[in-house]
Structures are given as structure tokens and as C-alpha cells.
């Protein structure tokens, strides 16, 4: 991944079935191909499990990049339903989400069990895209900062153990935003990876941390928080799902 690359990536989650998945990626392999090959640009798809495999081969040569949602926390074995961060690697994807507000509330991810997927995935030389963030009850009563400092801490933590020298995205996703049409101002984003990067710069000098933003970004307000200081691109759920709207957020 280059430094000067700004990031799109597009969280599919559970929304588009198999097949409306395929068809979306032929109809517009084009353009999005064009859009990931603008310079400074990379875009990553994230659709789930089941596409995965196809999606990285319909992109095999571009310079468009695929991504699972999640990973198992385990290397191999008896863990039925999950998929290992080395089968994600080996179908030819680069990155992988960990974290999501999404899995943390419906699938109880703690930040001890994220630290677990976030060692496979560097292990198994994905780039992890960490999701961190407050919900709106602690955003009200001004927890933000300390959510934040956990959440970071034991991310780093890992990174500075497993691959101190590694490249880690962090996005930051408030709660509260997600999927609400709520976002976050450029001020709070810039505190919060203001924050980020101080705490990456203590625990893991050397790993290369990629700050993103997350939380209902559209073809309305992607110019306004492209002006947010330091940040290294955006976490796309809703926007994503519509090519033309995705085009006008990249573009
Ligand atoms: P949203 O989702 O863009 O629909 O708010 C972002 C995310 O959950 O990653």
C-alpha cells in the first residue's frame, strides 16, 4: 500500500446476496476498476464470506483490492462456521475488518477477542482495518476518550508484539453514526485521531497506522470530511451499495 494512497472501502456487510453481488461486480468491474486506478486512490471491496473468493478473482489484476468483514480468532481446528485469516489470504484477499461496532454489539467481540483475529491477521500479512468507537450513550456522557484509549491501546498492543514494523488501518466509526445519517464534525474526527495517533506513536512507533473515517460518509459530505487533517480514507457502508454513489464519493 502506498503512503499517499487514500482509501475506499466499501463494507457490504450482509446486505447484497450472492448472486446480486456477482452481477454488481461485472456490471461495474469498469468503472470500478477506473475509479481504483486513479492515482493516490485505492479502492476495497468487503463483501461477504460467500463472494469472496469470486470477487478477488473478477479483480485478480487490478488495482482494486478485496477484503473479508471478519476473521476467526484461531489459526485451524474445530471451530465450526468460521473462517481463518490464512484462507482469507489464500483466496487472494489483502485485507480484512476487525472490530466492527456491528460484531462488538450482535456477535459480543470484545477488544481481548479482536486482539486474538488481529494477531492472525498479521500473521498471515492481511492489512487490518480495526474498527473503534463510542456508542451515543457514552458519546453523552463524555466518554469518548476513554473508549477510544482502550480500544487503541490493545490494538497497539498487539501490533507493536506481532508486527511492530506493520501497516494497520484504524477506523474510526462512532456509533452514532453508523447508518443514522448522523456524522461525526471534522473537529470531533480530528480529536479523536489526534488521540489515535498519539497513543500508536507511545505503544508501536514503528507501525504505519492509516486513520479512517466511518459512519453514514456520502456523496454529500465525502469533500467536507476529505479536510479532516491526517485522515487516510473512508469506511463505506450504506453509500457503497449504489455504484454511481460510490463514484461520486471516490471521485
Ligand atoms: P454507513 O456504515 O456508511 O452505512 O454508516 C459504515 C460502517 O458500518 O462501516
Redo the contacts with the bound molecule.
Keep these: 500500500m502506498k503512503s499517499s494512497e487514500f482509501l475506499y472501502?466499501a463494507?457490504w456487510?450482509m446486505q447484497i446476496p450472492f448472486k446480486k453481488a456477482i452481477s454488481f461486480c461485472w456490471n461495474h468491474k469498469d468503472g470500478l476498476e477506473s475509479l481504483s486506478s486513479q492515482e493516490n486512490v485505492r479502492v476495497v471491496l468487503c463483501p461477504s464470506f460467500d463472494a469472496l473468493h469470486l470477487i478477488a478473482q473478477v479483480f485478480i489484476n487490478s488495482s482494486l483490492s478485496v477484503g473479508a468483514q471478519n476473521c476467526a480468532a484461531h489459526e485451524s481446528g474445530p471451530y465450526t462456521g468460521e473462517v481463518s485469516a490464512r484462507s482469507i489470504s489464500d483466496i487472494g484477499c489483502e485485507f480484512c475488518?476487525l472490530g466492527?461496532?456491528?460484531r462488538r454489539s450482535h456477535f459480543l467481540e470484545t477488544d481481548e477477542l479482536v486482539s486474538k483475529k488481529l494477531q492472525q491477521v498479521l500473521k498471515h500479512g492481511l492489512h487490518p482495518i480495526v474498527?473503534v468507537g463510542e456508542t451515543k450513550k457514552q458519546f453523552d456522557a463524555q466518554q469518548t476518550k476513554s473508549v477510544i484509549e482502550a480500544q487503541v491501546s490493545s490494538v497497539c498492543k498487539v501490533v507493536q508484539d506481532a508486527a511492530p514494523d506493520g501497516t494497520v488501518c484504524i477506523?474510526y466509526?462512532p456509533v452514532w453514526?453508523?447508518?443514522?445519517g448522523l456524522v461525526a464534525n471534522n473537529q470531533q474526527i480530528e480529536a479523536v485521531f489526534s488521540q489515535i495517533r498519539s497513543i500508536a506513536n507511545k505503544m508501536a512507533p514503528n507501525a504505519r497506522i492509516i486513520l479512517l473515517y466511518?459512519?453514514?460518509?456520502?456523496d454529500q459530505n465525502a469533500q467536507q470530511l476529505k479536510q479532516v487533517a491526517d485522515i487516510g480514507g473512508f469506511?463505506?457502508?450504506?453509500?457503497?451499495l449504489d455504484f454511481q454513489k460510490f463514484e461520486k464519493i471516490v471521485t
Design positions: 472501502v463494507n456487510k475488518i466492527h461496532s456491528e474498527c477506523a466509526e453514526a453508523i447508518g443514522t466511518g459512519g453514514s460518509v456520502n469506511l463505506i457502508g450504506g453509500a457503497s
